[in-house]
């Protein structure tokens, strides 16, 4: 597995960038390659991409989410598979540090090959930058959900 960890800074409130990472059917619009995102319930997502002509679906399992500090996951069904945490730090009332973690297993020749030129970094760098962009801008819902998931609770495969 390869592990990619980047953050950004944004100029949001703590709570609207947490919110907003909420939004997990709002992700098409910051994530490159992401076509859809289908929240199944509380827990789960579906996930249709599309990276340079790969097409790839697969189920995400959320099994750990804390309002304003974190949400961990992992792809429980499909095509991919990896884990990740985002991590949210108050800077100050204005500004709040996102930091993403993700350990990916890249399948086939042509993630491998993509893994090894650093662009599955390149990848998560450029998505944490149009997330900047977008929350700064006011896209989207930033009220988000605002549950609390711990490992081993009802429903969770952990």
Do not use: C
Not at 29 to 43: A, H, K, S, Y
Not at 87 to 95: G, K, L
Not at 101 to 126: F, K, Q, S, Y
């Amino acid at each position: 597995m390869s592990t990619v960890k980047k953050a950004v800074d944004v100029e949001v409130p703590l709570g609207v960038a947490y919110g907003q990472w909420t939004q997990f059917e709002e992700f098409p619009n910051f994530m490159e390659g992401v076509e859809e995102v289908r929240q199944l319930d509380d827990r789960h997502n579906h996930w249709t991409t599309s990276i340079g002509g790969v097409r790839r679906e697969f189920d995400t399992e959320i099994v750990d989410q804390l309002p304003d500090d974190r949400i961990t996951w992992r792809s429980v069904a499909g095509d991919i598979r990896q884990r990740g945490s985002v991590r949210f730090e108050r800077i100050d009332d204005m500004h709040t540090r996102v930091e993403l973690t993700m350990d990916i297993e890249p399948t086939g020749v042509a993630e491998r090959g993509a893994d090894a030129l650093g662009m599955i970094d390149r990848r998560v760098n450029g998505d944490l930058r149009r997330f900047k962009d977008y929350v700064e801008s006011g896209g989207g819902d930033s009220v988000g959900w605002r549950g609390r998931i711990r490992p081993g609770d009802p429903g969770s495969t952990l």
